[in-house]
């Protein structure tokens, strides 16, 4: 649920707070077209077609169909005996869904963070924030509980995310807010097809909330922008696999969290209102039984126990329908995939700034540098990687291998150390970094690994990062036959100083050189790189 130690007591606290302020209850919570329909025929609908998530008119088999008709019923008849409204929308992995209520629009409460952090990763990548931008924390109501950082003092963007999503932090939320605005946070939410979220004011403005004010999602909202994350298709790949990781980090057995044997990345949400508790919760879950994406939101319940009973029961219900599946083999349990994290050197606009070559370190270099040019083409060199990259990519999930991309744009502002960062938190089993070379003697052509230098830093990787190394320069000097330079080892590249995880960092050739340079920006050529540099991964994740 993401709520801190004592956080209920507060929130009954609100409840009576809100009460008073509204004098006798002169408003209510508002909840736009929110009016349920207890009894439901149990039809499962057909996915929308503005929303390329929903698989469409027809997917499943019509056993699948039927079942879930048979589920939606259950659920409405049990909704029928609970207090309150509910809504629930389902997405299995083979497209079916089932939807009770979906589009109802409910308050959110917590879980208008998932929209905010989408929002700020989405002007991340645009290049219109850093991570490491420093934002001024603002108070929330004192009478509601602390805060991580003290009023007044400044986090970083990466950092706010961090507490808003792992600690649920209502002062970092209104510090991202703050540093986008509210207008923008609807505009991202509404361009992916969310039409029924709106974030109408800060975390626990108690002005706003008497006014009427409350921000409002629906269940197939909270699906859609969780199946576009599970996806990759919302943000950069390394972006969704950074805020999937930190919804799978809570470690309280709540709500869809409490499902047996499944692995759960969620985000829940509690708050008090005048017209009772508005309790929540959306999920990413896998486990032997199949996997699904699962939204389950409610409106006037008399207490948050009687909220989070309801959220409980109806995923049991939904777990253990599927549970059957189980038997009839449909099991989808497999040995865990490869992981690998590519990164297509530099970036459009380069980054002068100065960062650490390693932790701690007193010696620095450019954030990002501007790369080569091609000498004949006049193709940069950031866009030659990010070229190169994305046939990589593709070579390597053709075998299985799972692919985070650093970055998936050329307008972007990711730093070397910051690349490393993702990787590590990837858990990659290697690094994979995808660059270009460059001379002022433009006879000078061939093909170069580097990997990281034996220090303090790589004391945890040289042997797998020289090993890997070994392996792609055999594959690519034989695949290709250019001219060898050999392997050279770096100790003052931040890239390999900052990561956890093993790294080889691959100079494709030279773009000063106008043979190579030419040779180098032809699809074929690429994909056979592609194809060299993936079977030099594969030699080394299977000798692993």
């Known amino acids: 649920m993401n709520k801190p130690p004592g956080r209920r007591l507060r929130t009954a606290f609100l409840a009576i707070s809100i009460s008073l302020l509204v004098m006798g209850g002169l408003i209510a919570a508002t909840f736009l077209d929110a009016r349920l329909v207890r009894q439901n025929t149990g039809r499962v609908k057909g996915p929308k077609s503005e929303n390329p998530e ?86 929330v109501n004192p009478g509601f509980g602390g805060q991580i950082i003290p009023p007044g003092s400044e986090g970083e963007v990466g950092e706010l995310v961090g507490y808003m999503l792992d600690e649920s932090d209502n002062a970092s939320a209104n510090a991202l807010i703050d540093k986008v605005g509210i207008d923008r946070v609807n505009a991202v939410a509404s361009s992916v097809g969310a039409k029924g979220t709106k974030l ?41 696999n950074e805020i999937i990781d930190r919804l799978g980090r809570n470690d309280k057995k709540e709500m869809i969290a409490s499902l047996d044997d499944a692995k759960v990345a969620h985000k829940s949400g509690v708050m008090s209102l005048p017209s009772g508790f508005a309790v929540g919760d959306a999920a990413i879950v896998k486990g032997n039984r199949g996997g699904l994406v699962l939204a389950i939101l409610t409106a006037d319940q008399p207490s948050e126990k009687e909220g989070v009973q309801t959220v409980e029961e109806v995923a049991r219900m939904i777990w ?94 990711v730093s070397n150390s910051e690349r490393a960062q993702i990787a590590n938190r990837a858990q990659a089993d ?37 090993r890997a190394a070994k392996a792609l320069h055999a594959a690519l000097v034989n695949g290709t036959g250019r001219t060898d330079r050999g392997i050279l080892s770096r100790g003052d590249l931040a890239g390999f100083n900052w990561s956890k995880v093993p790294s080889v960092l691959i100079e494709a050739g030279f773009l000063s050189n106008p043979e190579e340079d030419r040779l180098l920006n032809s699809d074929s050529y690429q994909e056979k790189l592609a194809r060299d540099i993936a079977s030099g991964v594969m030699e080394y994740l299977n000798s692993r």
């Not at 909330?209 to 859609?224: H, K, Q």
């Not at 490869?338 to 010696?363: F, I």
């Not at 950031?382 to 050329?410: C, H, N, P, Q, W």
Request: glycine share 10%.
């Open 200 to 240: 109408k004011r800060k975390m626990l403005d108690l002005d706003a909330i008497t006014a009427g004010e409350e921000n409002v999602t629906t269940p197939a909202d909270m699906v859609l922008f969780l199946k576009k994350l599970s996806n990759r298709n919302i943000l950069t790949a390394a972006y969704c």
């Open 320 to 413: 253990t329908a599927l549970g059957k599946q189980e038997e009839q083999g449909r099991a989808f349990r497999g040995p865990r995939k490869w992981r690998v994290c590519l990164d297509p050197g530099h970036q459009k606009n380069p980054d002068l700034g100065a960062e650490p070559v390693g932790p701690g370190s007193s010696e620095v270099k450019p954030r990002v540098a501007g790369g080569a040019t091609g000498l004949a083409t006049g193709v940069p060199e950031y866009e030659f990687a990010l070229k190169l990259s994305r046939k990589i990519e593709g070579e390597l999930k053709k075998r299985g291998v799972e692919v985070t991309m650093t970055r998936e744009l050329d307008e972007v502002n």
């Open 54 to 139: 929903h698989a469409g008119p027809g997917s499943g088999n019509s056993g699948q169909k039927q079942k879930l008709a048979r589920l939606k019923s259950e659920i409405a008849r049990y909704s029928a005996t609970r207090p309150g409204k509910m809504g629930v929308f389902l997405r299995l992995d083979d497209g079916s869904e089932l939807d009770l209520n979906g589009t109802i629009r409910l308050p959110s409460a917590s879980l208008i963070k998932l929209p905010i952090a989408i929002t700020i990763y989405d002007q991340v990548t645009q290049g219109k924030l850093r991570l490491n931008d420093k934002v001024v924390v603002p108070e």
């Open 430 to 466: 290697l690094f994979l970094r995808i660059h270009a070379d460059s001379s002022n003697d433009p006879s000078v052509s061939g093909i170069s690994i580097l990997q990281p230098a034996q220090n303090a830093w790589t004391e945890g990787i040289y042997e797998k990062s020289s």
